[in-house]
Protein backbone atom coordinates (compact mmCIF):
# COMPACT_ATOMS: atom_id res chain seq x y z
CA UNK A 1 0.00 0.00 0.00
CA UNK A 2 1.14 3.03 -1.21
CA UNK A 3 2.49 5.50 2.06
CA UNK A 4 0.49 9.31 1.65
CA UNK A 5 2.69 12.56 1.92
CA UNK A 6 -0.35 14.88 3.35
CA UNK A 7 0.94 18.36 2.02
CA UNK A 8 1.00 19.57 -1.94
CA UNK A 9 4.50 19.12 -3.00
CA UNK A 10 5.16 22.70 -4.76
CA UNK A 11 8.78 23.06 -4.78
CA UNK A 12 11.23 20.98 -7.24
CA UNK A 13 12.14 17.78 -6.23
CA UNK A 14 14.86 14.95 -7.55
CA UNK A 15 13.85 11.30 -8.60
CA UNK A 16 16.73 8.93 -8.26
CA UNK A 17 16.39 4.87 -8.57
CA UNK A 18 18.29 2.02 -8.34
CA UNK A 19 21.91 3.49 -6.52
CA UNK A 20 22.70 -0.01 -5.86
CA UNK A 21 25.51 0.23 -3.27
CA UNK A 22 27.39 2.55 -5.35
CA UNK A 23 28.44 5.31 -2.87
CA UNK A 24 30.86 7.15 -5.26
CA UNK A 25 27.67 7.43 -7.70
CA UNK A 26 25.11 8.80 -4.99
CA UNK A 27 27.72 11.77 -4.07
CA UNK A 28 28.15 12.85 -7.81
CA UNK A 29 24.37 13.14 -7.94
CA UNK A 30 24.21 14.86 -4.26
CA UNK A 31 26.08 17.43 -5.55
CA UNK A 32 24.17 19.07 -8.20
CA UNK A 33 21.17 18.76 -5.99
CA UNK A 34 21.79 21.11 -2.71
CA UNK A 35 19.66 23.60 -3.12
CA UNK A 36 16.89 20.67 -3.54
CA UNK A 37 15.06 19.79 -0.32
CA UNK A 38 13.22 16.60 -1.24
CA UNK A 39 14.62 13.70 -2.80
CA UNK A 40 12.65 10.53 -4.02
CA UNK A 41 14.59 7.34 -4.53
CA UNK A 42 12.35 4.59 -5.90
CA UNK A 43 14.49 1.78 -4.67
CA UNK A 44 17.55 -0.69 -4.93
CA UNK A 45 19.90 1.33 -2.42
CA UNK A 46 22.10 -2.04 -2.05
CA UNK A 47 22.78 -4.86 -3.76
CA UNK A 48 25.07 -5.23 -7.03
CA UNK A 49 27.50 -2.55 -5.59
CA UNK A 50 30.47 -2.94 -3.17
CA UNK A 51 29.48 -0.28 -0.31
CA UNK A 52 25.70 -0.75 0.80
CA UNK A 53 26.78 0.13 4.36
CA UNK A 54 27.96 3.56 3.51
CA UNK A 55 25.22 4.71 1.14
CA UNK A 56 22.36 3.77 3.86
CA UNK A 57 24.45 6.05 6.19
CA UNK A 58 24.63 8.93 3.97
CA UNK A 59 20.42 8.14 2.44
CA UNK A 60 19.62 7.61 6.72
CA UNK A 61 21.49 10.53 7.96
CA UNK A 62 20.12 13.06 5.17
CA UNK A 63 16.58 14.32 6.00
CA UNK A 64 15.79 14.90 2.51
CA UNK A 65 15.46 11.16 1.42
CA UNK A 66 12.12 9.77 1.41
CA UNK A 67 12.76 5.98 -0.31
CA UNK A 68 10.13 2.81 -1.37
CA UNK A 69 11.51 -0.72 -1.25
CA UNK A 70 12.87 -2.47 -4.68
CA UNK A 71 14.13 -5.84 -5.10
CA UNK A 72 17.45 -6.28 -4.11
CA UNK A 73 16.54 -4.25 -0.72
CA UNK A 74 13.63 -6.82 0.01
CA UNK A 75 16.27 -9.57 -1.08
CA UNK A 76 18.87 -8.38 1.27
CA UNK A 77 15.89 -8.67 4.30
CA UNK A 78 13.67 -11.71 3.91
CA UNK A 79 16.12 -13.47 0.91
CA UNK A 80 14.93 -14.35 -2.65
CA UNK A 81 11.38 -14.86 -2.56
CA UNK A 82 11.13 -11.39 -4.63
CA UNK A 83 13.19 -10.93 -8.06
CA UNK A 84 14.43 -12.85 -10.88
CA UNK A 85 16.43 -15.77 -9.25
CA UNK A 86 17.18 -18.03 -12.04
CA UNK A 87 19.71 -15.82 -14.05
CA UNK A 88 22.47 -15.52 -10.97
CA UNK A 89 21.61 -18.05 -7.34
CA UNK A 90 21.74 -14.50 -5.29
CA UNK A 91 21.36 -15.14 -1.69
CA UNK A 92 25.06 -15.22 -1.22
CA UNK A 93 25.22 -12.12 -2.41
CA UNK A 94 22.58 -11.13 -0.66
CA UNK A 95 23.46 -12.53 2.39
CA UNK A 96 27.22 -10.86 1.58
CA UNK A 97 25.40 -7.26 1.93
CA UNK A 98 23.06 -8.18 4.92
CA UNK A 99 26.80 -9.10 7.07
CA UNK A 100 27.76 -5.39 6.09
CA UNK A 101 24.75 -3.39 7.83
CA UNK A 102 23.87 -3.01 10.95
CA UNK A 103 21.03 -3.93 12.92
CA UNK A 104 19.24 -0.23 12.45
CA UNK A 105 20.29 -0.69 8.29
CA UNK A 106 18.16 -3.65 8.38
CA UNK A 107 15.49 -1.82 9.97
CA UNK A 108 15.63 1.09 7.38
CA UNK A 109 15.53 -1.49 4.84
CA UNK A 110 12.56 -3.52 6.58
CA UNK A 111 10.24 -0.62 6.74
CA UNK A 112 10.49 0.99 3.15
CA UNK A 113 7.20 1.17 1.95
CA UNK A 114 6.38 -0.10 -1.66
CA UNK A 115 5.46 3.13 -2.72
CA UNK A 116 4.86 6.74 -1.62
CA UNK A 117 1.86 9.02 -3.12
CA UNK A 118 2.04 12.81 -2.98
CA UNK A 119 -0.28 15.43 -4.58
CA UNK A 120 1.28 17.82 -6.76
CA UNK A 121 -0.75 21.01 -8.66
CA UNK A 122 -1.47 19.00 -11.71
CA UNK A 123 -2.59 15.87 -9.67
CA UNK A 124 -1.21 12.70 -7.72
CA UNK A 125 2.58 11.21 -8.28
CA UNK A 126 2.99 7.98 -7.39
CA UNK A 127 6.95 6.89 -6.43
CA UNK A 128 7.73 2.92 -6.75
CA UNK A 129 10.53 0.67 -7.56
CA UNK A 130 7.94 -1.04 -10.20
CA UNK A 131 4.42 -1.64 -9.04
CA UNK A 132 2.92 -0.65 -5.41
CA UNK A 133 1.74 -4.09 -4.33
CA UNK A 134 5.14 -6.38 -5.49
CA UNK A 135 8.73 -5.05 -6.12
CA UNK A 136 10.35 -7.96 -8.22
CA UNK A 137 8.43 -11.22 -8.84
CA UNK A 138 5.41 -10.05 -10.51
CA UNK A 139 7.15 -7.17 -12.59
CA UNK A 140 8.82 -7.62 -16.32
CA UNK A 141 11.23 -5.59 -17.88
CA UNK A 142 9.66 -4.45 -20.57
CA UNK A 143 12.54 -3.86 -23.32
CA UNK A 144 10.76 -1.54 -25.63
CA UNK A 145 7.85 -0.09 -23.29
CA UNK A 146 4.74 1.22 -25.09
CA UNK A 147 2.29 3.73 -23.90
CA UNK A 148 -0.07 0.81 -24.15
CA UNK A 149 2.01 -1.30 -22.38
CA UNK A 150 2.25 1.16 -19.72
CA UNK A 151 -1.36 1.84 -19.45
CA UNK A 152 -1.93 -1.81 -19.43
CA UNK A 153 0.31 -2.90 -16.69
CA UNK A 154 -0.37 0.36 -14.70
CA UNK A 155 -3.96 -0.02 -15.04
CA UNK A 156 -4.93 -1.06 -11.13
CA UNK A 157 -3.01 2.31 -10.18
CA UNK A 158 -4.15 5.36 -9.11
CA UNK A 159 -2.44 8.45 -10.16
CA UNK A 160 -1.78 11.45 -13.09
CA UNK A 161 2.31 10.74 -12.96
CA UNK A 162 3.77 7.40 -11.90
CA UNK A 163 7.83 7.19 -11.36
CA UNK A 164 9.43 3.76 -11.35
CA UNK A 165 12.67 2.59 -11.89
CA UNK A 166 13.70 -1.16 -11.66
CA UNK A 167 15.29 -1.67 -15.75
CA UNK A 168 18.07 1.24 -15.00
CA UNK A 169 16.59 2.55 -18.31
CA UNK A 170 15.71 6.06 -18.89
CA UNK A 171 12.09 6.45 -19.84
CA UNK A 172 9.28 9.48 -20.42
CA UNK A 173 6.33 9.47 -22.25
CA UNK A 174 2.53 9.98 -21.39
CA UNK A 175 0.16 6.91 -22.15
CA UNK A 176 -3.60 7.21 -23.53
CA UNK A 177 -4.80 7.83 -20.59
CA UNK A 178 -2.80 11.01 -20.28
CA UNK A 179 -0.52 9.57 -17.64
CA UNK A 180 3.16 10.84 -17.33
CA UNK A 181 5.28 7.73 -16.54
CA UNK A 182 9.18 8.87 -16.02
CA UNK A 183 12.01 6.28 -15.58
CA UNK A 184 14.65 8.18 -14.00
CA UNK A 185 17.90 5.48 -15.14
CA UNK A 186 19.96 4.12 -12.95
CA UNK A 187 22.20 6.08 -9.93
CA UNK A 188 24.76 3.15 -9.44
CA UNK A 189 24.87 0.30 -12.16
CA UNK A 190 24.45 -0.08 -15.78
CA UNK A 191 24.75 3.49 -16.80
CA UNK A 192 28.58 3.35 -18.04
CA UNK A 193 29.78 5.76 -15.45
CA UNK A 194 27.22 8.63 -15.70
CA UNK A 195 24.20 8.71 -12.74
CA UNK A 196 21.17 9.24 -14.35
CA UNK A 197 18.26 11.33 -12.32
CA UNK A 198 15.37 13.40 -12.70
CA UNK A 199 14.47 17.05 -11.19
CA UNK A 200 10.68 17.66 -11.40
CA UNK A 201 8.99 21.05 -10.47
CA UNK A 202 6.04 21.49 -8.63
CA UNK A 203 4.14 21.40 -12.17
CA UNK A 204 5.81 18.19 -13.19
CA UNK A 205 7.85 19.29 -15.81
CA UNK A 206 10.89 16.41 -15.85
CA UNK A 207 14.59 17.13 -17.14
CA UNK A 208 16.86 14.07 -17.09
CA UNK A 209 19.92 15.13 -15.47
CA UNK A 210 23.43 12.96 -16.27
CA UNK A 211 26.81 13.42 -14.00
CA UNK A 212 30.13 11.51 -14.10
CA UNK A 213 31.56 9.46 -11.30
CA UNK A 214 34.80 7.24 -10.84
CA UNK A 215 33.54 4.01 -12.48
CA UNK A 216 36.96 2.44 -12.33
CA UNK A 217 37.81 2.86 -8.96
CA UNK A 218 33.82 1.19 -7.91
CA UNK A 219 35.37 -1.90 -10.45
CA UNK A 220 38.32 -2.25 -8.37
CA UNK A 221 36.67 -1.76 -5.44
CA UNK A 222 34.56 -4.69 -6.38
CA UNK A 223 37.33 -6.81 -7.51
CA UNK A 224 39.27 -6.41 -4.70
CA UNK A 225 36.56 -7.32 -1.76
CA UNK A 226 35.48 -10.43 -4.38
CA UNK A 227 32.06 -9.53 -3.97
CA UNK A 228 29.88 -13.29 -4.47
CA UNK A 229 29.27 -13.11 -8.32
CA UNK A 230 31.86 -10.37 -8.91
CA UNK A 231 32.59 -11.46 -12.51
CA UNK A 232 28.95 -11.70 -13.42
CA UNK A 233 28.24 -8.36 -11.49
CA UNK A 234 31.44 -6.70 -13.04
CA UNK A 235 30.63 -7.67 -17.23
CA UNK A 236 26.83 -6.86 -16.69
CA UNK A 237 26.56 -3.86 -14.53
CA UNK A 238 29.64 -1.95 -14.56
CA UNK A 239 30.88 -2.19 -17.51
CA UNK A 240 32.28 1.38 -19.13
Same mark, same amino acid.
Given at each position: ?? $? ?24 ? /? ?5 ? %??? %? ?14 ? /? ?33 ? &????? #?? /? &?? $????? $?????? #????? %?? *? ?7 ? *? ?9 ? &?????? !??? =???? #????? =?? @? ?12 ? *????? !?? &??? /? ?6 ? @? ?18 ? $? ?9 ? *??? =? ?16
Amino acid at each position: MA $QPLPRVCMEPFAVLSDVHGNLNALEA /VLAPLED %IDR %IFVLGDLVGIGPQPSE /VLDLVMGDGRFQCVMGNHDHNTVHGTELGPTEIVP &RRPHH #DW /V &RS $QLSGD $QVGFLR #DLPMA %IS *METPLGRAV *MMHRHPLDCGS &RVPYFP !SPT =DEVL #DGFYS =DV @EGDALFFGHTHSYL *MLRGT !SG &RLY /VNPGAVGA @ENGGRASFVVVTGDLEVERV $QVPYDIGSVRN *MIS =DIRLPYHEFILSNFFHS
